[in-house]
């Protein structure tokens, strides 16, 4: 097969393929972007394997960097662009169901090829567009299938981390898992425990906001991963309450997700789960607060304060997810409250606690912090202007 109309992602990268062309060695544009261009994808990376080895590759071209050259791996700097050039390599026996415990620079496509997770990845594009399919993957490209290269048990016992790509790739492409590979993914789920969480927490975040999240998800609960995954054994029937959502409905951030799916699983504890997780604190927060909002309005619609309180994506998110649980919605009423506060964060107010220092005396401590919270409040809620004056008035009245 030839790829008729090469994406300009590809055209910026001829240059590369050529030079290593002429240096004598062969080289090919590989992996998920031949996939993703093939299926007429947004390609996010340009990947490229040769046959020249580390130190060859660095002799062709001006600039390099040594990203990862123990493993193959050089960058090349060239025309304003990075690009990842890779020999061509085999690995030996897997340390940890993770990381080959040695790797071997060959001269083979084929060899390197045949190391690759599924067989749509395993796609190899040369510079005149001829794609180079030696394991089927165009025919699994055609019938949206996900199959592992070779034989699946060896894929997912050399790297189990490919468990989670599955998943992820299913609910990315919305292909459906080859039943021997999806055999193959079940027996080695265990393995999945040996993987470090945040490589896990990459995949999973990736899968629940794909546009097929429900597809990866179903096939993640009917393989028992979950039983693996931290914090979540024995949540099932919890996890498939996601499923209940409307059925077009997509999460519009990883925050989004992981509070819908915390509150699937009915965690008490948000901060404890997702640090288990290995996650920020910044991103605990964001979901902790759409947690919170959703919460509050099971009960009644966000006052002026609450508005204030929160960031105003935070309550359009916590919204979409009522909304997708088929629960009363009002964005109108939102937008509309949080455009009446006429501030927006404290730093707005006009005065602070060293001008009421100066002003009228007062010593710093927690009878200050009270009065500046009051202050605030008084703005928030309408009954006090954010004007210099009526707050010195307001203060006066409260000495």
Known sequence: MRLENMPSEFQEALPVLKKIKNAGFDAYFVGGSVRDA??????????????????????????????GIEHGTV??????????????????LYVDYRRPSHVTFVRSLKEDLKRR???INALALDEAGNVIDLFEGLDDLKHQILRA????????????????????????????LDADTFNAMKGCVPLLEKISVERTFIEFDKLLTSFYWRKGLKSLIASGAMDYLPDMRNHQSQ??????FQVDFQFTSSEQAWAALLMALQIK????FLKHWKTSNAFQKRVEQIVMIFNLRQTHFLDKEECYRFEL????QAEEIRQAQGLAIDFERIYSTYDSLTIHDKHEIVVNGGLLIKEFGFKPGPALGQLLTEIEMAIVNGVLDNRLEDILAFVEERK
């Not at 662009?81 to 061509?88: I, K, L, N």
């Not at 790297?159 to 599955?166: K, N």
């Not at 504890?269 to 404890?272: G, L, W, Y």
């Open 117 to 119: 997770d599924f067989t």
């Open 149 to 176: 290269v070779g034989i699946p048990s060896e894929r997912f016992n050399e790297d189990a981390l490919r468990i989670m790509r599955g998943f992820r790739f299913q609910a990315s492409l919305g292909f459906t």
């Open 269 to 272: 504890n948000i901060k404890r």
């Open 38 to 67: 093939l299926l007429e994808r947004p390609i996010h990376d340009v990947d490229i394997a040769s046959s020249s080895y580390p130190e060859e590759t660095k002799h062709i071209f001006e600039r390099t960097i040594d990203v």
């Open 75 to 92: 960058l090349v700097l060239e025309d304003n662009h990075e690009y990842e050039v890779t020999t061509f390599r085999t690995e030996d």
């Open 239 to 244: 996890l498939e309450t996601l499923f209940n």
């Open 313 to 316: 994506d935070l309550i359009i």
